[in-house]
């Protein structure tokens, strides 16, 4: 995992550019007691690193610090914990976007403990959108994105006309 004080962090690219002030705002979900991907830091965050479905190499590196944070707590972690590496992945594999060669091991593993911490979430209460992000988060994790985006949005207002369009096909 790229350290939050490392130069490389200048090295890097968002969608805005140098990726210089992404450790600012990893640092400042340290102290989020909750989120809904509108509030800051994380309406920063996923502007910078999950624009309109691009993702960049500052991405890859960000990535394991929130599944640090998300591990250090995953019974009430916002959703947003779950949410950002899952959707990380499902930008990346759908435009083939490539990892730096140094990032790649701290990406991959962190990617790999999703499931687990989704079992660790296992005795909150799961809504709706906690159901879909989570087993998205598995599915990212696990298997190819297309199903993890379709996840996604199967929440219980898609799914009947879903199973309707299924049944018809």
Not at 113 to 132: G, K, Y
Request: charged fraction near 20%.
């Amino acid at each position: 995992m790229l350290e939050l004080d490392s130069s490389r962090w200048a090295e890097l690219v968002h969608a805005y550019g140098s990726a210089d002030d992404i450790p600012d705002l990893l640092r400042a979900l340290d102290d989020l007691p909750g989120g809904d991907g509108q509030s800051e830091p994380w309406h920063s965050l996923w502007s910078a690193l999950a624009h309109q479905g691009d993702v960049y190499s500052a991405s890859f590196a960000a990535t394991p610090h929130v599944v640090r944070l998300l591990s250090t707590a995953p019974s009430s972690a916002p959703v947003d914990f779950f949410h950002f590496p899952a959707w990380i992945e499902i930008c990346r594999q759908r435009n083939r976007t490539e990892i730096p060669f140094d990032l790649k091991r701290g990406y991959f593993e962190a990617l790999g403990l999703l499931p687990e911490l989704v079992a660790h979430a296992s005795t909150r209460e799961w809504d709706a959108e906690f159901l879909c992000v989570a087993l998205a988060a598995i599915t990212a994790a696990k298997g190819p994105a297309d199903v993890a985006e379709a996840v996604l949005e199967l929440t219980p207002a898609v799914s009947k006309d879903f199973l309707e369009w299924l049944s018809e096909r």
